[in-house]
């Protein structure tokens, strides 16, 4: 059980893999300001970057899990790297069926609502982990820009147009399920410049270092087309946000 290797290569660079700034990330953990001791579950954590930094600068503690060997790896020398390995350890397996033994102040999911196939799963998922009074916290897309058909919105990588929300649309789906919107940290033009970006430095030192590897063709393709389509779709057309809930 574990990632396929091209998503690993193209987020070998990463910390946060996501279109969230490590900036950002920590105005995120500054808007909630967490007590010290809060326990914090993260489903499909990626490197572990919220548990382990907010460790450091809020006092948390928790345990995040990922289906990623490669990336779990990386989560834990961060741990050890920023002191914190006493507070946060880290689990490999599905995140789609992980509930914490014991509840937890914040339940986050951020930017893998792919879990709970959808948002109104994860934030069930979320809820079985959840102390009274704490709260979630969701990673989501949503239109920044409307597209005009759906060959533009498969060009922003999505198999349909109703496959997302507008911004209004995303809040209203989280009050329909019982949630109060609290706070929410949005992602920019820069942030996802960021993350795409890197992902082309990662792809081309790969290539350069496995030319003859069975993935060198795809990924080959993927960076000769990806800038352009990054530049007139993807950060034209998508936002990206991450919503803290609490339940009514």
């Not at 909630?32 to 809020?58: F, M, N, Y």
């Not at 949005?186 to 496995?210: E, T, V």
Request: some cysteine; overall charge negative; glycine content about 10%.
């Amino acid at each position: 059980m574990d990632l396929p290797r091209s998503f690993t290569i193209r987020e070998s660079g990463h910390r946060v893999l996501n279109p969230f700034t490590i900036e950002k990330l920590a105005l995120l953990g500054q808007a909630i300001s967490p007590s010290p001791g809060t326990r914090v579950l993260d489903l499909a954590c990626g490197k572990g970057e919220l548990l382990c930094t907010w460790a450091r600068d809020h006092g948390v503690t928790g345990t995040g899990v990922d289906i990623s060997t490669v990336f779990l790896d990386a989560a834990r020398a961060r741990a050890v790297e920023l002191g914190v390995a006493d507070r946060v350890g880290f689990v490999h397996g599905d995140a789609s069926g992980h509930v914490s033994d014991d509840p937890v102040g914040i339940a986050a999911c951020v930017g893998a609502t792919w879990i709970g196939s959808g948002v109104p799963g994860t934030v069930g998922l979320l809820r079985r982990s959840l102390a009274p009074g704490g709260m979630m916290l969701i990673g989501e897309p949503y239109w920044r820009r409307e597209p005009e058909d759906e060959a533009t919105a498969k060009a922003c990588g999505l198999s349909r147009a109703d496959d997302l929300l507008s911004l209004p649309e995303l809040l209203t789906r989280f009050g329909d399920l019982g949630c109060d919107v609290v706070e929410m940290v949005l992602a920019d033009q820069d942030s996802w410049d960021r993350y795409a970006a890197a992902q082309w430095l990662n792809i081309r030192r790969w290539l350069d270092a496995n030319p003859e590897d069975e993935l060198a063709d795809e990924l080959r393709a993927e960076l000769t087309t990806g800038p352009v389509r990054h530049a007139r779709y993807q950060r034209e057309y998508v936002g990206w946000g991450v919503f803290v809930l609490m339940d009514r």
